[in-house]
């Protein structure tokens, strides 16, 4: 006698997105961290440091007061440079302040300390959202986990980090603004607002654009020049400034593209940032005329720009 299959049950077949309503996974935090400089490390460290990284992890977990993080994390995951993870979206507070400081001071230890040639700085990816955690073997698979690599990966963090004294800063951190609107400007996080800065969040090559937050718990260098967080910032505001100047001095001028001309009979200073094109006339230099353009950002003191022969009007 032949057994009649039984087709499976509404609730075990397959259900096709933007077709039928359906429950929204749990929501999960997620971090994921990144090693610099990974690949320029001998092929023959990569196992030490795939391996030094989540004791790391654990280790700043355990200083935070938060070890219970660490111990109940969902679909954990080597990533070779790096590690990943989710965990109860209630803790996010908590791994933003105290957890990167702590892991901050835990891999500057570890750099004093260890008698290792590799220095290990990391960069932290923070985000919140519905992923699949039942158990099984694929869970944790979804969009929120994609963008958490995406802002790892994401220009402003990668130079933050770039720019930074590497014997101080070990840990740059970045937040979707789901994460940052949810767990800082909420007011749940230990942290004020002022201690992250919004930037565009791109990664070359892959169709991603977002906002998010920068955090740095332990800044150097020259961070705070906007050149590294991204070209849109740096061209926002520096429009917004100059049309904020142009209609303080000349309201009747029209918006837009300016270009600023600077005239000085004894050679010419820049002092601070001066946004779009900028030309420069300078007449009656010891006999000389000098004449030019910039393009772009200047920063600091520059001299005059000669084009063609000094002498040519002597002769």
């Not at 749990?26 to 004791?55: C, L, M």
């Not at 923070?126 to 694929?138: Q, S, W």
């Not at 800063?169 to 007011?187: E, F, K, M, N, P």
């Not at 926002?236 to 400034?241: F, I, L, S, T, V």
Request: with cysteine.
């Amino acid at each position: 006698m032949s057994q009649s299959h039984q087709p499976p049950s509404l609730s075990e077949t397959p259900t096709v997105s933007h077709t039928r309503s359906q429950h929204l996974p749990p929501y999960r935090g997620i971090v994921a961290v990144d090693a610099k400089d990974f690949t320029g490390y001998p092929a023959s460290e990569h196992g030490r440091i795939s391996e030094t990284i989540p004791q790391l992890l654990q280790l700043a977990f355990e200083r935070a007061g938060i070890s219970e993080v660490w111990k109940q994390q969902r679909f954990p995951s080597s990533t070779g440079d790096g590690y990943v993870f989710g965990f109860d979206p209630a803790w996010m507070p908590f791994v933003i302040h105290p957890w990167l400081h702590t892991l901050q001071e835990v891999l500057t230890e570890f750099t004093v300390h260890s008698t290792w040639a590799v220095r290990i700085r990391l960069r932290v990816s923070l985000h919140i959202g519905p992923l699949p955690d039942a158990g099984g073997e694929y869970d944790g698979n979804g969009t929120p986990r994609n963008d958490t690599h995406r802002l790892l990966d994401s220009r402003p963090v990668k130079a933050m980090l770039a720019a930074s004294n590497e014997s101080i800063t070990h840990v740059a951190a970045i937040l979707s603004d789901r994460c940052y609107q949810d767990a800082v400007a909420g007011g749940y996080t230990g942290r004020h607002p002022d201690h992250f800065i919004e930037v565009p969040a791109r990664v070359d090559g892959k169709q991603f654009a977002q906002q998010a937050w920068l955090y740095v718990p332990a800044p150097s260098g020259n961070l705070y020049d906007r050149h590294i967080l991204g070209d849109q910032v740096v061209e926002d505001e520096g429009a917004q400034r100059q049309t904020d100047r142009d209609e303080r001095r000349t309201p009747q001028r029209r918006s837009g593209h300016r270009s600023v001309r600077i005239s000085a009979s004894r050679g010419n200073v820049n002092q601070g940032t001066v946004h779009g094109d900028q030309s420069v006339s300078n007449i009656d230099v010891n006999g000389d005329y000098v004449g030019g353009s910039k393009a772009g950002t200047v920063h600091g003191n520059l001299g005059d720009v000669v084009h063609g022969d000094k002498n040519e009007g002597r002769r």
